[in-house]
T-cell receptor, first 115, second 115 residues
Framework: AQKVTQAQTEISVVEKEDVTLDCVYE???????LFWYKQPPSGELVFLIR??????QNEISGRYSWNFQKSTSSFNFTITASQVVDSAVYFC????????????FGTGTRLQVFP | EPEVTQTPSHQVTQMGQEVILRCVPI?????FYWYRQILGQKVEFLVS????????KSEIFDDQFSVERPDGSNFTLKIRSTKLEDSAMYFC?????????????FGEGSRLTVL
């Protein structure tokens, strides 16, 4: 069965600290997609990244970076030099495109960045 | 920037009442979705809709739920007889293509409170 585990329920850091949010997934398929979404206090879900299972290159976008390790079924998200505006709930999600058109979300990690 | 819009932002209703949540997806998108998030819990897939019919639905999406695209722009979720456990944030999403190639754009959500 497909499953996404975000073991960290809540993380608190002080501004400018680096923080890594963990995501571990389970899937029976060899082709799948992984996502990260941000949910700020206003409630909407903001797309951050989509990665397909064949692309294990790490990605960097500004202060954000993602580490995809197929061998450990992990897709971790690092924020460098965190800012107060990064405070949000972050969801990791999985889809299996050939079997389903839905996203399976993890339970989310609440990140609080203090000034 | 084009966005998915949802109305109402918050609706309070009595148990047993019918509720219609409305969504205007991004205009050139072809795939439409409803997800829900019970307070403090993960985001769960409800239903996907393509070519004027449901393409997939979850176990949550039982007979009390229905979706419709009554005209070229709106996409609605109807809950026929609301229960207390239907209280949640309901997110509409749309994408240009199916999840494996398209980015899912979420609306800001409609919070439903059932009393």
């Amino acid at each position: 069965a497909q499953k996404v585990t975000q073991a960290q329920t809540e993380i608190s850091v002080v501004e400018k600290e680096d923080v890594t949010l963990d995501c571990v997934y389970e899937t029976r398929d060899t082709t799948y997609y992984l996502f990260w979404y941000k949910q700020p206090p206003s409630g909407e879900l903001v797309f951050l990244i989509r990665r397909n299972s064949f692309d294990e290159q790490n990605e960097i976008s500004g202060r954000y970076s993602w580490n995809f390790q197929k061998s450990t079924s992990s897709f971790n998200f690092t924020i460098t030099a965190s800012q107060v505006v990064d405070s949000a709930v972050y969801f990791c999600a999985l889809s299996e495109p050939y079997n389903t058109d839905k996203l399976i979300f993890g339970t989310g990690t609440r990140l609080q960045v203090f000034p | 920037e084009p966005e998915v819009t949802q109305t109402p932002s918050h609706q309070v209703t009595q148990m047993g009442q019918e509720v219609i949540l409305r969504c205007v997806p991004i205009s050139n998108h072809l795939y439409f979705y409803w997800y829900r998030q019970i307070l403090g819990q993960k985001v769960e897939f409800l239903v996907s809709f393509y070519n004027n019919e449901i393409s997939e639905k979850s176990e949550i999406f039982d007979d009390q739920f229905s979706v419709e695209r009554p005209d070229g722009s709106n996409f609605t979720l109807k809950i026929r007889s609301t229960k207390l456990e239907d209280s949640a944030m309901y997110f509409c999403a749309s994408s240009e293509a199916s999840t494996n190639t398209g980015e899912l754009f979420f609306g800001e959500g409609s919070r439903l409170t059932v009393l």
